[in-house]
């Protein structure tokens, strides 16, 4: 059985009685950084966050993605870290990203039941979701997921920064902020500083009480730990008050 299966159990156990557990699986279960949850009703027990692999591909289909010889080291990265869960497609450089999940499966040795691969082909109508739905997701037991929860890194730096990353200034991912954006991100800063979080940690904990598990496309292993030190923190009801009375609806942008 994979350690994620049984990870928060076992943590919850571990202080009242003494779990005898294989010393192989114990320091794998106690040297993960990640939080697991539950997926819907299925049994599985996934990482939070998930990792997206749409920069692991191959440079020549954007300025902003990895060539194998970074994607399979931040591949073993994230599975070192605990985080399980794979999300991928076969649009990401005509498959490129599902290869170097193979690669990195094979070069490293990861046991195969212990990662949870994630692909997709994309909204055969329409990606918006009905709000009205929204509220029967945790009534069914059904999971949730969100990609771009950062906002393809705007919500990660002050308005003043919006293209320090290459993927910001470069293609279809970029887009001008509008003055209700900019007081978003004003905001998202102060509650930052006030708690010593990077801005990126802001919105993370916000999507804690709401989704099962973000997809961020981690650059880093820095940016990996920075994501998983959010974990077991949550926003106060003022400061999440404070973050959404500035939100104006608008179109939807992105993939149409």
Known sequence: MSPFHFHKSYQQAKTAVQVDLPSALKTSVESSKAEYTQLGKCGLRVSVPIFGTMSLVRSKWSEWVKDED??????????????????????????????????????????????????????????????????????????????????????????????????????????????????????????AEKRGWTMSQVPLAWFSKRIASPVLGLSSPERMDGALAIRGQSLSEAEEQYLEEAYKPRAVVGHG
């Open 70 to 191: 970074q994607a399979l080291p931040l591949l073993k990265a994230t599975y070192d870290r605990g985080i399980n869960w794979w999300d991928t497609a076969g649009l990401y450089s005509n498959g490129a990203a599902e290869e170097m999940i193979r690669k990195a499966i094979k070069k490293y040795d990861i046991p195969r039941h212990k990662a949870v691969i994630m692909t997709k082909c994309w909204a055969p109508v329409s990606e918006h979701d009905d709000v009205f739905i929204l509220p029967y997701w945790g009534e069914l037991a059904k999971s949730k997921d969100y990609w771009a929860p950062l906002s393809s890194g705007y919500l990660t730096r002050p308005a003043s920064e919006k293209d320090a990353t290459i993927c910001n200034g470069t293609d279809v991912l970029k887009r001008d902020l509008d003055d209700h954006d900019k007081v978003i991100l004003k905001r998202v800063e102060e509650v």
